[in-house]
């Protein structure tokens, strides 16, 4: 199991590692960290499986890293010389609490609850993937039918380059059609019926279908060059968004 430590004292850091490596061999330090803004950068690029944390730091305490990194999954253990913290650390979830000077057994235990944890979750991973495999694939839907002003209009659903809402309407633009047509549906029942993993919101106006992107233009919030030459505009909120489902594509 992957550990990283991070404490505002380094001495503190020296002894945790010292007890770690003597009494749990099994863990594998990846990391020590006497800043809380370098700790941080580090869960988020080396993604350990188990994080030591000290809770009362200057400036960032751990409670704060903890925020700063919600959307990592690891498992947790504080670190610290003030037991008023005890409450609070578990509503984080913490697996333990272990107060300085770090006694050995204390640590032990605390590291069995994270590796029993961490073998649940991998079998329950494990299974979840099993379970995707039997499936059976659902059908891919290739076509979608859209009402007209004069009826029913059929599109492949492949063949979509984006779609622009106009009102109660939404146009859209597809290959190897001369021009748009215009549907009377609002582009956001149009976006339920296309598959979420192919066509993106990048503006509240614009539904793109991420395969037809060619370029992203870095200009104001951004814009994308789309298969037709065509540009089309990225709205603030949905950028960071975009790009990592761009990079993804």
Do not use: W
């Not at 200057?58 to 913290?85: K, M, Q, S």
């Not at 979420?196 to 870095?218: A, M």
């Amino acid at each position: 199991m992957t550990c990283l430590l991070i404490d505002d004292e380094s001495d503190g850091l020296d002894l945790l590692a010292l007890l770690i490596q003597k009494y749990c061999p099994e863990l594998q330090i990846i990391g020590q960290y006497d800043q809380p803004e370098a700790g941080i950068a580090a869960i988020r690029a080396l993604r350990p499986e188990l994080v030591f944390l000290d809770v009362a730091m200057p400036d960032i305490n751990g409670f704060e890293v903890l925020e700063a990194c919600r959307d990592i999954p690891f498992h947790l253990i504080f670190t610290t010389a003030f037991n008023e913290y005890a409450v609070r650390a578990f509503k984080y979830s913490a697996i333990g609490y272990l107060l300085k000077p770090v006694d050995q057994e204390e640590l032990q235990e605390a590291v069995q609850r994270a590796q029993q944890l961490l073998t649940i979750r991998q079998h329950a991973q494990q299974r979840d993937i099993l379970f995707d495999v039997l499936q059976p694939a659902k059908p891919v839907r290739e076509k979608i039918a859209l009402s007209t002003a004069d009826g029913l209009l059929f599109l492949t659903i492949s063949d979509i380059l984006y779609c622009k809402a106009e009102g109660n309407y939404t146009r859209v633009f597809s290959l190897h059609q001369e021009k748009p047509e215009l549907f009377t549906k609002q582009l956001h029942h149009i976006e339920e019926l296309l598959p979420p993993d192919t066509f993106y919101r990048s503006h509240h106006s614009y539904l793109v279908n991420l395969k037809h992107v060619e370029q992203f233009i870095r200009s104001g919030n951004g814009e994308l060059k789309m298969k037709d030459g065509q540009r089309v505009p990225v709205s603030r909120s949905k950028k960071e968004g975009l790009l990592e489902r761009l990079s993804s594509i």
